[in-house]
């Protein structure tokens, strides 16, 4: 399994044969996370769960893209969450099952407070 540009690509061991290949987001796969019989993807503009045959499960998108100015702690995998951070510092949480944003705190009230 392999990001390449807004491609995962599935390929067999160790003849490196195509499995299948899917369009996981409109710009850039950063990278993916095996969960459960399935796989999560971080892309730029997209959090995806993908099918162990490449199929969409679920796809979400935020206010921006998914990554930070520093590129730290802009995305994890934990239990059945995933925490990102977009561009400007929204903080999202999502259900790894369902794909369903359960927490969400945008700039304008992290500062407010």
């Given at each position: 399994?392999?990001?390449?540009?807004?491609?995962?690509?599935?390929?067999?061991?160790?003849?490196?044969?195509?499995?299948?290949?899917?369009e996981a987001d409109?710009?850039?796969?950063?990278?993916?996370?095996?969960?459960?019989?399935?796989?999560?993807?971080?892309?730029?503009?997209?959090?995806?769960?993908?099918?162990?045959?490449?199929?969409?499960?679920?796809?979400?998108?935020?206010?921006?893209?998914?990554?930070?100015?520093?590129?730290?702690?802009?995305?994890?995998?934990?239990?059945?969450?995933?925490?990102?951070?977009?561009?400007?510092?929204?903080?999202?949480?999502?259900?790894?099952?369902?794909?369903?944003?359960?927490?969400?705190?945008?700039?304008?009230?992290?500062?407010?407070?």
């Amino acid at each position: 399994m392999l990001c390449c540009s807004d491609h995962v690509f599935c390929l067999s061991v160790p003849s490196l044969v195509l499995q299948w290949k899917t369009e996981a987001d409109d710009a850039t796969c950063f990278e993916i996370f095996k969960y459960e019989d399935s796989y999560i993807v971080h892309g730029e503009l997209a959090i995806t769960r993908l099918n162990r045959n490449g199929e969409i499960l679920w796809q979400q998108s935020g206010r921006d893209i998914f990554t930070t100015p520093n590129g730290k702690d802009d995305f994890t995998l934990k239990d059945n969450y995933v925490y990102a951070t977009d561009w400007e510092g929204n903080r999202y949480v999502l259900d790894c099952r369902n794909g369903d944003v359960i927490g969400d705190d945008p700039v304008a009230t992290r500062t407010s407070r």
